[in-house]
């Protein structure tokens, strides 16, 4: 399906040239849709893929250039092993069925985390997902699985202390910028808004080193239940923000006015 259409935004109006450039997602509250309604859990699970598709699709026909979603995350090996399975089909299940709509829109995809973790089966359903979408030009598309934000950090710092080692490094060429090579995505930008549902005001683990000036939205409807309206809402409040990045306001303005000229 294409997604050029245009998007009824009544409720919600954007400025589509202050949409951010990415957004991330802790897609949370799937276990309690489904307890509410006296499902297993897994239901939850199944109902949270419908919710992906709404806001791929919508983040496509907007034009937001970065999506990353929390799908799994490392702590998340500690659930039951059913669900754990529930979990991996449904990805290997959603790669196999979006594989031609995220080619139709130029969307690629990517993974970032511990991936070695993930079932074989899993870890070659995405690969191959990856190759075949790797000319999405309009949107980055990328799941976090297996993920924590710790591990990420500790794993960079694994490698530079091994270049340092070997002396391709030396301890003066280390800044941010450089550190940020040895991270699982470093030419992914941070994200500018960071999504969570389901009412929990926490990072957990999520995108840690990438976040410090990420502007936070959470809102109480469970994932299951997020859709087009609860996506251009978020949209909307953070339109609202003063991203300030520590400076002043009048900084703020200043530099505004002078690239508005240009
Ligand atoms: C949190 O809900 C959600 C997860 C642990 C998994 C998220 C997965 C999906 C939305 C489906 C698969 C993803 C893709 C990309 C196909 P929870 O179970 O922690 O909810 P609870 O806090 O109410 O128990």
Redesign the pocket.
């Known amino acids: 399906m294409e997604m050029g259409a245009a998007l009824t935004e009544s409720a919600f109006p954007l400025n589509h040239q202050r949409l951010p450039r990415h957004v991330a997602v802790i ?7 489904a ?1 509410r309604r006296g499902y297993p ?1 897994i239901r ?2 199944v109902a ?2 419908d ?2 598709r709404t806001v791929v699709r919508q983040a496509r026909k907007l034009g937001i250039s970065y999506l990353t ?5 490392e702590e ?1 090996w500690q659930r039951p092993n059913l669900e754990v399975r529930a ?1 991996m089909a ?2 290997s299940r ?1 790669l196999d069925r979006e594989l031609k709509e995220m080619q139709d829109n130029q969307i690629a995809l990517r993974a970032i985390g511990d991936l070695k973790r993930l079932p074989g089966a899993v870890q070659q359903d995405l690969a191959r997902t990856i190759e075949a979408t790797a000319d999405g030009a309009k949107m980055i598309l990328t ?1 976090a699985l297996s993920y924590g934000g710790r591990t990420e950090i500790v794993q960079a710092v694994q490698a530079l202390a091994a270049d340092l080692l070997s002396g391709r490094l030396k301890p003066q060429e280390i800044d941010a910028a450089l550190f940020r090579r040895y991270l699982y995505a470093p030419d992914l930008p941070d994200p500018d808004l960071l999504i969570r549902t ?1 009412g929990e005001y926490r990072l957990s683990n999520f995108l840690l080193w990438q976040s410090p000036y990420t502007e936070l939205y959470v809102t109480d409807t ?2 299951p239940d997020f859709k087009e309206d609860d996506f251009l809402k978020a949209l909307a409040a953070y339109q609202e923000r003063e991203r300030r990045f520590g400076q002043t306001r009048e900084q703020i303005a200043a530099l505004n006015n002078t690239s508005s000229r240009h």
């Open positions: 897609m949370d509250g799937n276990g309690r849709w307890q859990r939850g699970h949270g893929v919710s992906v979603l929390f799908a799994f995350s998340n979990l449904l990805l959603y799941l389901s469970l994932w």
